[in-house]
């Protein structure tokens, strides 16, 4: 059975860091693909950051260049999201999705709430 489980969200005041955490089990983690995905209140799914787990290859929206960081740690089968200079708008459920390429996502997680107070 395919498991994203994601951990380490909380509200964190208006400049401040938080690492994500998506422990996966089921699936060949280190040959995927993986992403964060946000949902903030009342708006679409956003996109955020990607890596390949293979290459280490990782791309960020423009939104989040240079603040976030995506990682993996492929023996833990785990994928991070180290968010620093967190502003009010980037609030939202932090999904992490994967598969064997970032043109579809063949797995999801339950989510974990980011608020970013001012």
């Known amino acids: 059975e395919v498991q994203l489980v994601e951990s380490g969200g909380g509200l964190v005041q208006s400049g401040g860091s938080l690492r994500l955490s998506c422990a996966a089990s089921?699936?060949?983690?280190?040959?995927?693909?993986m992403s964060w995905v946000r949902q903030a209140p009342g708006k679409g799914l956003e996109w955020v950051s990607s890596i390949y787990s293979y290459n280490s290859n990782t791309y960020y929206a423009d939104s989040v260049k240079g603040r976030f960081t995506i990682s993996t740690d492929n023996a833990k089968n785990t994928l991070y999201l180290q968010m620093n200079s967190l502003k009010s708008e980037d609030t939202a459920v932090y999904y992490c999705?994967?598969?064997?390429?970032?043109?579809?996502?063949?797995?999801w997680g339950q989510g974990t709430q980011v608020t970013v107070s001012s």
């Open positions: 089921g699936f060949t983690f280190s040959s995927s693909a």
């Open positions: 999705a994967g598969g064997p390429d970032l043109a579809k996502y063949d797995y």
